[in-house]
Each structure stands twice: as C-alpha cells, then as structure tokens.
C-alpha cells in the first residue's frame, strides 16, 4: 500500500481486518495526508480537508464507528462586489441554476468558459458563477469541462451537500482512526518512507523506498497505489513496466490549485464594523468577494472563535504575493476594505496566521484533481486494475462526481479493496 492518506488507509483496514497481510508506506512523518489539522482540539485549525459535505454515507458512518461528533455550520452569508458589502443577493440562487442544468448535459463536452459564452450568460452573473467553479473546484473555467461539473453537481444533491459541517476537535481524527484500527488488526504502518519505484509483473510486486536515507524493498502479490494525481503525473515513482493505459487516462485529468490563509485575531473585529449590518456580521459565516483574490472568505460559526480564512482557487491563485509576510498584508489590506477599517487597526488586531503551500508539497503537487474538457471519464479508466496486481485509488479515481473530497478519497478506497478481495 503506498499512501496513508484517507484512501490508501481505508484500503488497508478492510484488507486487514479480512485477515490480508497488510503494509502501508508513507512518505511523510505523519498520516492523513491532505486531512491536516493543526492546533488540534477545541480550535482545531485545517490546513488541507475542512468540510464534511453533506451526508455522504461511507463517511458518516465511519464517523458513527469513531464516535466522532460533527457540528454544522449556519449563519449568514454576505457578497463584496462593487465596493459594497451587503446580503448577497436572492438572484444568486437563480444564476445557480445555470449550473444545476449541467446535470442534464446531453451535449458534446465543452469548457466551462464555452458554456458561458454559448448560453449568453449576462454580467454580473457570469463573473459570480466563474468565483464559484473556480474556487469550489480549483479549476481554470477554460479548462473544466461541464459534463464532470454536471456529475458533481448531481453527486451534490444527491447527500444534501450544501450543508458543511465541522469534525468536533479536528478532521485528522478520521485516518487516526482507521490507521489504529488497521494496526490492531495485524497491518504494518511505516513513515517516513518515500517510494521511488514499482517493479512488477502479474502477481507479484517491488516497491523500493528511501527510509531515513537508506534504501528498503517490499515484495508483495498486489499493490494499492494512491498517490495524488500531481505525484503521478510528476513521474516521481518510476513504474516498470508503465501502466500504460491508467497513466494515459490520468494525464487525461488536472491537479487544480488553491491558497487557503487562516487569520486569527485577538477579538471578531467584524461583528462591530458595520453597524447597518450588525444582525448578519455576529452571525457571520461565509462572505464572498466576486472578481476578488481571495475570492471567498469564512468564519467558524457558530465556534466564536476569532479567526477567518482567506481562500482562493484556480488561476488567480498565482497573482498572489508569494511570501509568508506579504500575503498576510495583503489580505489585511483586503479586510480594511470589505469592512472600512483601518489597516493599522487591523494590524493591531492581528496574532498570527496558518498556511501550507499545497502547489510547492513534494508528496501532492497540487491541491486537488479536476476534469477537464473530454476527461469525465478518466477518474473510471484509472480505477481498472492491471493485471490484478496493480490498483489505483485516492480522490481523482473516484467515479461518482465528487473529486476532490474526502469522501471520494474514502469511497476510491473502499473499491480497491474490494476488487482485491472480489479477485
């Protein structure tokens, strides 16, 4: 098994418990992969995985099985757009609607951007449904293609997942739990081992890895491999011989990318800054700042707790500063605008900030895999094993619309294994 991020650990606790003999590698000193949490407890802070979205049902019930508790977040939600700060406003439901309509594309695949242009999308509503594809999907709206949107959405609706929730004390106790589990029933965890290379032919396997700087093998009968879509399409394990068809099929898909900063201050300034607009700002949850980068921003409510986090995905990512220190002026300078104070205010206000650079992680490249134009069917391509010795899971192999989440991570996951045991 090489990864002990959410699927390769869901893979290696059913095999494990169904009495396999089991190994994970992990290149990092730690598990969970993207589920990164920071500080954790009662003011857990995500630096990868955040939301639980919806009720997809795999995940809630190995959240069942953790006895892990889950608190949804409401509040209110504001838009900054045009120099004004208001309630967003009721129409932004109904532009929504041009993307609930992909659900039923019939049509050749096509970028989001054609889309747009073909449908006559009018301004505003054309920049607003932009924000959202790109920063919901970390994805360039020239390059997503709308069939893989009409799934997701489809996949969405499905597990109502427009409601968030938050894991109580902190997402990394989902793989602390699994990888426990897994090891109690008799399956070994490494860290800080760094594949390098697979060798293999029908039934049997060689994985050579860099461990504390000295070079280990393991021999297996099958592999699970879910390593991140960035990882694979960087050719940073060398395959012998190269599964042709399933490296084809990824490149076929994208590794989007995201900056995510979490400000914490010393009081919610927010919540006094407006007065017109004191009901929605105590309450506040999610604000959005269209043509913006960040282009959404958001609060832990109901935690009163007095942090935001600043978040920008797809393309504008990179015309933010790339420093530490410069991103957190400019996103200071960005809240002295939304909410007319001054800068040195907040400065004052200011204690710290948390971020991790998914784009430049060795062991991700990338934030998370979408699909483009004509590669909606790629994520089923990869999930074929070869030669029923090599299987792929992780986020960008799953098949039922929900990329780039942990459910789908868990779900490509809980397939590998069942292929395994199902040979």
């Not at 021999?219 to 699970?224: D, E, H, I, N, P």
């Not at 309450?283 to 109901?302: D, I, R």
């Not at 600043?310 to 933010?320: D, F, H, N, Y």
């Amino acid at each position: 098994m090489i990864g002990a991020g959410v699927a390769g650990l869901a893979a290696a606790g059913v095999l494990a418990q169904a009495g396999r003999r089991v190994t994970v590698i992990e290149a990092r000193g730690r598990i969970g992969g993207r589920v990164f949490t920071v500080n954790p407890g009662p003011e857990a802070v995500e630096l990868g995985a955040e939301f639980v979205h919806g009720n997809p049902p795999e995940l809630r019930g190995l959240l069942r099985d953790a006895g892990l508790r889950t608190e949804e977040l409401h509040g209110s939600q504001l838009c900054w757009n045009n120099q004004t700060l208001a309630p967003c406003e009721e129409s932004l439901e109904r532009e929504f609607d041009w993307i609930e309509a992909l659900k039923n594309w019939k049509g050749d695949d096509c970028s989001f951007k054609e889309y747009l242009d073909r449908a006559s999308v009018p301004e505003p509503a054309r920049r607003r449904l932009i924000d959202y594809v790109e920063g919901f999907n970390a994805a360039d709206h020239r390059d997503i293609g709308v069939k893989s949107l009409g799934a997701q959405q489809a996949a969405e609706d499905a597990m109502e997942a427009d409601r968030l929730f938050h894991v109580v004390g902190g997402y990394h106790q989902v793989p602390q739990f699994v990888s426990q589990a897994m090891i109690r029933d008799g399956g070994e965890l490494i860290l800080n081992a760094r594949a390098t290379s697979i060798e293999w032919q029908p039934g049997s396997v060689l994985i050579s890895f860099e461990n504390d700087g000295r070079r280990q093998e393991i021999r297996a009968s099958r592999a699970v491999i879910t390593l991140p879509l960035g990882v694979l399409l960087a050719g940073a394990v060398v395959f012998t011989p190269r599964p042709h068809k399933t490296l084809e099929a990824a490149a076929q898909m994208r590794m989007g990318i995201v900056e995510r900063t979490i400000l914490e201050f010393r009081e919610p300034f927010w919540i006094s800054s407006r007065g017109d607009l004191q009901g929605q700002l105590s309450q506040l949850s999610f604000l959005f700042s269209t043509g913006n980068a960040p282009n959404a921003w958001w609060t832990p409510f109901p935690d009163q707790h007095p942090r935001l986090t600043a978040w920008t995905g797809g393309p504008r990512v990179r015309s933010l500063p790339q420093t530490q220190h410069e991103l957190e002026q400019h996103l200071l300078s960005q809240l002295s605008r939304i909410f007319a104070r001054r800068e040195q205010d907040l400065q004052q206000l200011f204690v710290r900030s948390w971020m991790h650079d998914w784009q430049r992680d060795p062991f991700t490249m990338g934030a998370y895999s979408y699909a483009p134009v004509d590669a909606a069917d790629a994520s089923k391509m990869m999930t074929e094993p070869v030669d029923h010795t090599l299987y792929f899971a992780g986020e960008h192999t799953d098949t039922s619309g929900n990329w780039g989440t942990v459910h789908g991570a868990l779900r490509s996951g809980l397939r590998a294994a069942s292929q395994i045991l199902n040979a």
